[in-house]
């Protein structure tokens, strides 16, 4: 076996997982078990969560949608993006997301390539045994502080409203 040779990757619902700005994070495939060719994770969307307006200037994203719906701002326009459906971001577009409904919403996201997991471990509390299952909690303003200061560092840019 050569060293740029994978193996496959078996994500499960077990993976790291990370409290987001109302998000629950789940990875599945991580940089370092793809040859840093994707980052793969499960998405919890809480009623109102989702991040700000942003912008990824090295990796592209894929968002697929299997329960809920979740507004998108991509490029300026406005996307309702709902179960079985799903929007690709490619890098350099400003976009945000935001569940408006009233229950969560659940997706999976790809970044290509990885990378941008040393973000949410840097950013995002480590979700605990036993705190799975309840709900995400909202944004606060030490993690907004956090994901202002480290996005320059996963070349981030984050875009005022």
Known sequence: MTANARSPVHGTTSGEAYWGPG????FHVTGAESGDSMFAFDCLVGSGGGPPPHRHLAEDELFFLYEGSIEFNADEKAYVVSAGEAIFVPKGTTHSYR??????ALM????????MEGWFREVFERIRPGEFDIAPPPADEAMIARMLDAGPRYNVEWVAE
């Open 23 to 26: 998000d629950r994070y789940v």
């Open 99 to 104: 569940n408006v409904g009233e229950g969560n």
């Open 108 to 115: 999976y996201t790809i970044y290509t390539p990885a990378g």
